[in-house]
């Protein structure tokens, strides 16, 4: 608990301190004659695995820091049920992430915005980036990066030779450098950028609330679960949560804002009795108002990971064992820097899947090392010298969902991306593997790379390296839409993000993108979060 004394009633209580809810109660507090309430279920992730990047490793199966999901199997990939890491803390999946700072790409906005969202396109959503955002290094001009704003981004603590060969190769594959990936760019290569400040990660409750937490009118509660919306005549007025066995309600005079997440805010809302008046009535949950769309249109990025061996000085896998392992240990310790410092991915090529695609579909992100992900949860760094990459697409046409599992609101919900289910996504993974192959095989990359090792120098066919996706292919953590703004029937949310048909609720996380942004998520989901109050500091003024 943090910040002034528990009360029973709140003008804004937030459900979810993640990456969109610790932007929202930050900015509503800001006003010092509102109070509000920012509940989280998790705790709060401290010590060195916590604060430095390479801890995500560790991260990634810790129980106390993580949901720990898994999908339904999917009928599409072997029938295998795919793990979904979920932050479990106080700044949410911001605080296991892997720190890569992307905004998404221009048109992802003004696609939301053409789809019937007045105020989402690029031109108004790009000052909220800049506001939120604190840049020091080189990549300026009108659309480059805020420098005030209380989310440090930075460059890569190292610029490994290999990933400056990787961008070379790409340019020579006609695809420019850039130094930032700002969201204006057709095809690009690049450094990436990342949410780390003096080496240490940073989440967004150590950007937006951590500064601000002794502020009397803003009370943080962890280790919280939100059972339930409380509803009067169709309008929150509350909040039941639940601490260990001990229920108790508190009340919102204004409004509640529902940012637990895309698996997680679709599941809140059911469980109050918001959603598909069939499904609700399976589960004994009496409908408060129909709204089929709560769940529906589901999108993460599918991703397929690619290795090869290279020349021992092309890959930094060996600094990280033996005695290299402590020397970079106490490099890390003195200065903040070295390879413990790095985000999980060091740089990127945000591609076309083919020449007629509007703009970039597919997003290459490149590292000098390997790891392997072992069945004990363990994340170890390979010994062998190997880089790798990830061929994400970025904007899917697969549709999945969100469903209860039970009327327990502490049971998992459950979800069933399905991947690869419309052959569009198949067609642009394929060219991005082949991108990706193309880039590898071209100098001065290609002299440093001895073999491929995933999927293999055998896999060549188009039904090779599918059948090779269905095996291995995994997400990439950035599920979205399940909540989704906009006027259609199924729509959940309108423009002003607050939900259809129930006073006083909105909804502001990644949930609430009608289609994901083409690129990692955790940048848009904070701009919805820092411009969800806006709309409702607005509003409370216009009333
Ligand atoms: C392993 C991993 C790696 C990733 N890597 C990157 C990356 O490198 N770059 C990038 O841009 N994105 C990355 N992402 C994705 C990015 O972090 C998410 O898209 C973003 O954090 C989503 O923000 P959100 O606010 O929608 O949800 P979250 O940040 O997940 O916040 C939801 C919060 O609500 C809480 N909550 C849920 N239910 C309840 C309840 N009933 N009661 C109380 N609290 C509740 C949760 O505990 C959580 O804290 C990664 C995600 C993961 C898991």
Partial sequence: ???????????????????????????????????VLLLEAGGHAKGFWARSPVGMAKLFKDKRFNWMYSTEPVPTLRHRSLYWPRGKALGGSSAINGLVYVRGNRKDFDHWESLGNPGWGWESVLPVFRRIEK????????????????????????????AIDFIEAARRNQIPTVTAFTGMEPESAGFLQATIRNGARQSSYDAFIAPVRNRPNLVVESGVH?????????QAVGVEVL????????????????????????????????????????????????????????????????????????????SLHGWRKYAEGIKYLMTGGGYLALAASMAAALVKSSPDADYTDLEISFRPMTFTYHASGKVEIDRHDAMSASVYNTRPASRGEVRLRSADPLAPPAFQPNFLSDQ????????????????????????????ELTPGPGMVTDDQLIDYMRREGQN?????????????PMAVVDARLRVHGIGRLRVADASIMPTVTSGNTNAPSIMIGDKAADLILADAKAA
């Fill in 226 to 234: 939100v059972r339930r919306i409380v509803m009067q005549n169709r």
């Fill in 424 to 451: 569009r996504d198949i067609r642009a993974m394929l060219s991005g593997l082949r991108k990706l192959r193309a880039i590898w095989a071209t100098e001065p990359l290609a002299s440093r790379m001895i073999a």
């Fill in 476 to 488: 990439a953590y950035h599920p979205a839409g399940s909540c989704k703004m906009g006027n259609d």
């Fill in 243 to 318: 601490r260990g066995n001990q229920a108790r309600s508190i009340t919102a005079s204004r409004e509640v804002i529902v940012s637990a997440g895309a698996l997680n805010s679709p599941q809140v809302l059911m469980l109050s009795g918001i959603g598909d008046g069939d499904a609700l009535r399976q589960h004994g949950i009496e409908t408060q108002f129909h709204l089929p769309g709560v769940g529906q249109n589901l999108q993460d990025h599918f991703v397929a990971r690619v290795q090869a061996s290279v020349t021992p000085e092309s890959s930094y896998n060996r």
């Fill in 135 to 162: 840049y020091g290094g080189a990549a300026g001009s009108r659309h480059g990066y805020g420098s005030d704003g209380p989310l440090t981004i930075s460059d890569p603590a190292v610029k490994h030779p290999t």
């Fill in 1 to 35: 608990m943090s910040g002034g004394a528990v009360a029973q009633t709140y003008d804004y209580i937030v459900i979810g301190a993640g990456s969109a809810g610790c932007a929202v109660a930050r900015r509503l507090s800001d006003d010092p004659s509102v109070r």
